[in-house]
């Protein structure tokens, strides 16, 4: 599967990115396989359906793969339905799958991904096949963020909630492109910090402040609250400006 050509990111060294990615995602993974064993013994336990759970992705100049997380919803919860997001209290999530997703244990496995360089530990969060056509037709410059490999944790995941509609994807677009455009390994640094921040439970706001994040869609919001909200034209033109 292709998406459409995405611009090309900026000038900055794979090599060194990832020499970083293969560093960090081996030292969490001697943290985080005991807890992914565990994780994988209580879902076993308590729900029909195997531990793990794969599913196909975009990733970097649109080649697919498959990304793997510990399983949250019932098995073979799509099969009536087709491809869905994720909705607030959806009923496909498990009792025990909440909360791994409250704490982000089921994101773990993902490290493998790392490894295996179909990911990075920072980058805009891959989408699944279903969705890139439509909202690559739906918003101008989607395909951008396919210019970068995806990302664990990103600019625009801990700074705005989870996707559940073309609106929510046209914010984050915002500040992916930021990223694409600005990305280094110092705003990569900032971002596995800001992650840490938001992990133990600081609000968006606060976890920008704290690490200092780029986010054009506040700032261009903070400098026109008495107009009301930002357009995406304007807060993609206000992102660029900076």
């Known amino acids: 599967m292709h998406a459409q050509s995405p611009t090309s990111a900026p000038a900055r060294s794979d090599l060194a990115q990832r020499a970083c990615d293969l560093a ?44 793997y997380k510990i399983r949250t919803m019932s098995h073979n919860c799509e099969a009536a339905t087709g491809a869905a997001w994720c909705a607030k209290r959806d009923p496909r999530v498990t009792p025990v799958g909440r909360v791994l997703r409250k704490l982000h244990l089921d994101e773990l496995p993902q490290l493998w991904n790392v490894l295996r360089g179909d990911m990075s530990l920072v980058g805009p969060r891959p989408e699944r096949p279903e969705f890139v056509g439509p909202l690559s037709a739906a918003i101008p410059g989607y395909a951008e963020r396919l210019a970068v490999r995806p990302g664990v ?20 677009l915002v500040l992916d492109q ?11 640094l900032r971002i596995l910090l800001g992650t840490a921040v938001y992990l133990v439970g600081f609000p968006y706001g606060a976890v920008r402040k704290a690490v200092a994040l780029p986010n054009p869609l506040t700032e261009c919001e903070e400098s026109d609250a008495e107009s009301g909200p930002v357009p995406l034209a304007a807060a993609v033109t206000c992102a660029e400006s900076r």
């Open 24 to 67: 960090v995602a081996l030292a969490m993974s001697a943290v985080a396989a005991p807890l992914v064993a565990v994780t994988w013994v209580v879902v076993r336990l308590t729900s029909a359906g195997p531990g793990f759970y794969s599913q196909v992705r975009v990733g970097r100049g649109g080649r697919t793969y498959r990304i």
């Open 153 to 172: 944790t990103g600019l625009a995941q801990i700074q705005l909630p989870a996707d559940t509609d073309v609106e929510c994807v046209r914010r984050k």
């Open 178 to 188: 930021c990223y694409v455009r600005a990305g280094s390994l110092w705003l990569d």
